[in-house]
């Protein structure tokens, strides 16, 4: 295989929603599923299924995020943690745009709606006119991507592997940071809950 140049990194906020709450809904069913004393009846047998059902569509979305990878020829998509992927060659690409959305909702005493975070997709148009979307990528690793890509694309000489700086993924990730935080309490308080009760 062909030396990766650039390589995209999952939005915290996709990670790190759809992790919590594989774990969080996790945990309920198992407090649920410890508190139940032999007693089976249909509300309780409908709370298990439906956080097991949440926890694992959670760990399907997480397993699914997907990353690009740039080699010298091609452009590979493949999920975070799985070894399948799919590469297509620059000449199959028509061009790769990214639009952002932002995401409001009512919460809270107040009946206005709130920012919650921005919702960014990233489109790869392909010249057989198929689209293939993805929500997992940052605006400022985006435009890294994009001005490599563009560069490879024209063949403009030798371009090194880009290296990653952490701060700059912390800037481009601090959209939703404060529901991750929250979600990460709530889990975290979960958690010990379940594993230090006796």
Known sequence: ??????????RLFIL???FLGFAFFGFLFLLTFRNINDDYN????????FF????LTFLFYFLTIKTIKLTKHNLVISPLLSPFSKSLNF????NITQTKKEVKAVYGV???PSYIYTDIKTSINLVDNKLIKLNSIGQIDFD???KTFNKLRRGEGKIKEQKRNFILYLVDNFDGIIWIILLLILTTGLGYRIFTKQ
């Open 91 to 94: 000449s199959d690409i028509k």
């Open 110 to 112: 107040s009946w206005t």
């Open 42 to 49: 249909i509300l309780i047998v409908t709370l298990l299924v």
């Open 52 to 55: 097991a059902i949440l926890s």
């Open 144 to 146: 890294e991507f994009h």
């Open 16 to 18: 790190g929603m759809t």
């Open 1 to 10: 295989m062909e030396p990766i140049i650039y390589k995209t990194q999952p």
